[in-house]
């Protein structure tokens, strides 16, 4: 297969741990006969560094062309200011809309290898293996907003379309695995999630019957993702509430440096990055984890590319090098903790 891919390293350790990720998509290529063609972009911050907007106009040109776009991390110290007009985030919401690229799966899984790097029970992470649909261009996020000296308003809307494309989503993918879909909203309060909850109900009843559905208020699924978090399959959810679960989520594999993403939309071009953030006070110092990079460059292969195989065979890559015990330092490692290219070394030698 030839493939066009946009590399946005972006800032902070983003630079590091994507280039762990394209060592490893070039074994992938060479082991496969695939023919990657990797163009690097700058974004966020580094975009801003040369004078540029957070989401240049070639940068953006250059993901529309692309068969998959490779993220790596946004942000910087310097304009983290929240009253400053311009601001490196802007750039990934740009993308987002621009895009169209509505959905954001999230994967959870807790490798057995590594229980202990996470903070909860090793009785409550068997068989944890959750799928985070978090619904990523409506909501509070994009909603009209106001502010005067003493009082300010985020709007939150959400059309019966944009829900009823994040139900079919979840629904269909639910079906690949155990076939339980779980919708979280806050519909004993909020006119947007009894709108989420009646629309969500009467997709999966009359398209997806062998689906089992099951709604749950917010702060209760906040509540059953650290006491039962084996019971999840799908989770489908809106903007702001997928945002806040899935980081809470990240700790049941013990880091945020296990969890991948994949953005995507109607077609087959999608965003795929790591769910933390630049990390200004690790950038290069070679220690950051990229495993979740890694993996999301398997996401990559897998809904972009439809190269499951290959997907497959890349996450093993990533598990045989934790059960070897190649950690870095947010996962406790037992010895001395791994460096980024070493980590990425010991996928590599799997492949």
């Given at each position: 297969?030839?493939?066009?891919?946009?590399?946005?390293?972006?800032?902070?350790?983003?630079?590091e741990v994507t280039a762990e990720a394209v060592r490893c998509l070039r074994a992938i290529e060479t082991r496969y006969g695939h023919n990657f063609e990797?163009?690097?972009?700058p974004v966020g911050a580094a975009a801003m560094d040369l004078g540029?907007?957070?989401?240049?106009?070639?940068?953006?040109?250059?993901?529309?062309?692309?068969?998959?776009?490779?993220?790596?991390?946004?942000?910087?110290?310097?304009y983290s200011d929240p009253n400053l007009k311009v601001r490196p985030e802007q750039a990934i919401l740009g993308l987002r809309r621009e895009l169209g690229l509505y959905a954001n799966l999230r994967p959870v899984v807790c490798y057995p290898s590594i229980v202990d790097a996470s903070p909860l029970k090793p009785e409550l992470l068997t068989d944890v293996d959750i799928l985070v649909i978090r619904e990523l261009t409506g909501g509070i996020y994009f909603g009209a907003k106001t502010r005067t000296v003493d009082s300010a308003s985020d709007l939150c809307v959400y059309s019966a379309h944009e829900i009823e494309r994040i139900a079919r989503l979840g629904a269909r993918l639910a079906r690949t695995r155990r076939s339980r879909l779980t919708s979280v909203d806050k519909a004993n309060v909020?006119?947007?999630?009894?709108?989420?909850?009646?629309?969500?109900?009467?997709?999966?009843?009359?398209?997806?019957?062998?689906?089992?559905?099951?709604?749950?208020?917010?702060?209760a699924a906040a509540m059953h993702l650290l006491r039962r978090p084996s019971d999840f399959d799908v989770v489908i959810t809106e903007n702001m509430f997928g945002d806040i679960l899935t980081d809470e989520a990240s700790m049941l594999p013990g880091s945020l440096g296990l969890c991948p993403s994949a953005s995507?939309?109607?077609?087959?071009l999608g965003l795929y990055e790591p769910i933390h953030g630049s990390a200004p006070d690790i950038a290069g110092r070679g220690i950051a984890n990229p495993y979740a990079t890694i993996l999301s460059a398997a996401l990559l292969l897998r809904y972009s590319?439809?190269?499951?195989?290959?997907?497959?065979?890349?996450?093993?890559?990533?598990i045989q090098a934790l059960e070897a015990g190649v950690r870095t330092a947010d996962l406790r490692p037992k010895t001395s903790a791994a460096s980024t290219q070493q980590a990425g070394n010991a996928v590599l030698a799997y492949l």
């Open positions: 297969m030839k493939a066009r891919i946009a590399l946005l390293a972006g800032d902070g350790i983003g630079p990797i163009d690097a972009a540029l907007e957070p989401l240049p106009s070639p940068t953006l040109a250059a993901c529309q062309h692309a068969d998959a776009i490779l993220f790596g991390a946004i942000g910087a110290l310097k909020l006119e947007t999630s009894r709108l989420w909850r009646e629309i969500t109900t009467r997709i999966v009843a009359t398209e997806f019957p062998d689906v089992i559905l099951d709604h749950m208020y917010i702060d995507l939309g109607d077609g087959r590319l439809q190269l499951e195989q290959e997907a497959a065979f890349l996450e093993r890559g990533v």
